[in-house]
């Protein structure tokens, strides 16, 4: 294909579309004439609503700078310190954004999918619950897949274990007794 140019007079620039290059053609959609006199419209025509910036608009009345600046921290000028009041979960100690109902995703979930409470949580994470297994710190909870109840507290080790079992008894004691064999 031979590589035209744009057909406005004195302009040497590759055609885009109409036999325009993107210039004449964004003048053309916007003023419905591809004229030099009418102005090239601009993404940001006006300039943010912050006194003393003179980038364009971007967000919000803002350039990106403080936009971005007001999502982190909830101020334009980035004065204040940042704004957790409904951004982060309330649990306490944990700095994840929320994702419904006030929590963040990981504990949203461990309250909808297996109905244990706020101090279970807690607790669970502050290492004051013992594995139903071995004793050692527990960090998941154990649930039927079937019905969906929530069965108690296991270490990741025993959860694992579980889950390789099929939550199978009959397997767990052949394992049991596989192992008595072997010691």
């Known amino acids: 294909?031979?590589?035209?140019?744009?057909?406005?007079?004195?302009?040497?620039?590759?055609?885009?579309?109409?036999?325009?290059?993107?210039?004449?053609?964004?003048?053309?959609?916007?003023?419905?004439?591809?004229?030099?006199?009418?102005?090239?419209?601009?993404?940001?025509?006006?300039?943010?609503?912050?006194?003393?910036?003179?980038?364009?608009?971007?967000?919000?009345?803002?350039?990106?700078?403080?936009?971005?600046?007001?999502?982190?921290?909830?101020?334009?000028?980035?004065?204040?310190?940042?704004?957790?009041?409904g951004r982060r979960c309330r649990l306490p100690g944990c700095d994840r954004r929320v994702n419904a109902r006030g929590y963040c995703s990981a504990h949203y979930r461990k309250i909808r999918l297996y109905g244990i409470t706020v101090e279970q949580i807690e607790a669970l994470e502050a290492g004051r619950v013992e594995c139903e297994i071995c004793g050692r710190q527990a960090s998941d909870v154990d649930h039927c897949h079937v019905s969906g109840e929530t069965r108690g507290f296991l270490c990741n080790p025993c959860n694992r274990l579980l889950a390789a079992a099929r939550d199978d008894a009959a397997v767990l004691e052949s394992a049991a007794a596989y192992l008595a064999r072997l010691v």
């Open 1 to 85: 294909m031979a590589n035209l140019t744009c057909s406005v007079k004195d302009c040497d620039r590759k055609v885009k579309a109409r036999g325009w290059c993107a210039a004449h053609y964004e003048r053309w959609r916007f003023h419905g004439d591809v004229g030099a006199d009418a102005p090239i419209r601009k993404y940001g025509t006006k300039s943010c609503a912050v006194a003393g910036c003179d980038e364009d608009r971007r967000a919000r009345e803002w350039c990106m700078l403080h936009y971005k600046r007001w999502w982190k921290t909830g101020d334009v000028n980035g004065s204040r310190p940042v704004n957790k009041v």
